[in-house]
T-cell receptor, first 113, second 112 residues
Framework: DTGVSQDPRHKITKRGQNVTFRCDPI?????LYWYRQTLGQGPEFLTY????????KSRLLSDRFSAERPKGSFSTLEIQRTEQGDSAMYLC???????????FGEGSRLTVL | DAKTTQPNSMESNEEEPVHLPCNHS???????IHWYRQLPSQGPEYVIH???SNVNNRMASLAIAEDRKSSTLILHRATLRDAAVYYC?????????????FGKGTSLLVTP
C-alpha cells in the first residue's frame, strides 16, 4: 500500500504524559499537513511542511505541540504534558503538487484520561 | 479565506441521485472548488474539484454556477457506502500554503 500511514492508530494516555504520532506520507509528495479533528467538527489545520521546512503553524498549535520532518520524509507530532482537551483525532495528509489533492491517513486517535 | 455554506444534513434513498449544494459567494477568481468526503472512522478522501467548468469523474459530477458563487456535487446513484460527511472547500494560496480549510460539511444519510 502506497498511501499515507499513521502510527499509532489509537493512543490512550493519562493527563500530563507526552505522546508522539508518526506520519509516513506518499513518497513523492513534498508537502505534508497535520490536522486535528474533534467529534462533530471538520478537520482543523495545525501545521504544514514543504520538504523538511515547517512553513506555517496554526494558532491552535500551542507551545506544548511540536512537529518535525527531519529528512523531508516522515513526520512526527509530539504533544507534551497532555490535557484532556487534546483528545481528538490527529490526521496527517500529503499533497500532490500538481493537483493540490490531499491524501489523508486514517488518523491517530488520542484519548487523554 | 473565502467561506462556504452547506446544509448540516441531507437524506437520500438508495439508488436515487443526490444533489449536495454549496454556497461560496465570496469566492475569488483563483479559488478552486474542492469536494472531499469522510466516511465514518476514516480520514477525508478526495471526491472532485473544479474551477469554472462542470467536471465529471467516476465518483461524482460537479456543477458550478456561471457566477461561481455556488456549486453542486451530484452523486448519480447513491449507495449505502456514500453515507458520509461531504465537505465543500475553496482552495487558493494562503499563509497555510495550499492547506484546505474544512468547515462542518453536510452529513449525508442514505436509506435503503
Amino acid at each position: 500500500d502506497t498511501g499515507v500511514s499513521q502510527d499509532p492508530r489509537h493512543k490512550i494516555t493519562k493527563r500530563g504524559q507526552n505522546v508522539t504520532f508518526r506520519c509516513d506520507p506518499i513518497s513523492e509528495h513534498n508537502r505534508l499537513y497535520w490536522y486535528r479533528q474533534t467529534l462533530g467538527q471538520g478537520p482543523e489545520f495545525l501545521t504544514y511542511f514543504q520538504n523538511e521546512a515547517q512553513l506555517e503553524k496554526s494558532r491552535l498549535l500551542s507551545d506544548r505541540f511540536s512537529a518535525e520532518r527531519p529528512k523531508g520524509s516522515f513526520s512526527t507530532l509530539e504533544i507534551q504534558r497532555t490535557e484532556q482537551g487534546d483528545s481528538a483525532m490527529y490526521l496527517c495528509a500529503s499533497q500532490d503538487r500538481d493537483t493540490g489533492e490531499l491524501f489523508f491517513g486514517e488518523g491517530s486517535r488520542l484519548t487523554v484520561l | 479565506d473565502a467561506k462556504t455554506t452547506q446544509p448540516n444534513s441531507m437524506e437520500s434513498n438508495e439508488e436515487e441521485p443526490v444533489h449536495l449544494p454549496c454556497n461560496h459567494s465570496t469566492i475569488s477568481g483563483t479559488d478552486y472548488i474542492h469536494w472531499y468526503r469522510q466516511l465514518p472512522s476514516q480520514g477525508p478522501e478526495y471526491v472532485i474539484h473544479g474551477l469554472t467548468s462542470n467536471v465529471n469523474n467516476r465518483m461524482a459530477s460537479l456543477a458550478i454556477a456561471e457566477d461561481r458563487k455556488s456549486s453542486t456535487l451530484i452523486l448519480h446513484r447513491a449507495t449505502l457506502r456514500d453515507a458520509a460527511v461531504y465537505y465543500c472547500i475553496l482552495r487558493g494560496y494562503s499563509n497555510s500554503g495550499y492547506a484546505l480549510n474544512f468547515g462542518k460539511g453536510t452529513s449525508l444519510l442514505v436509506t435503503p
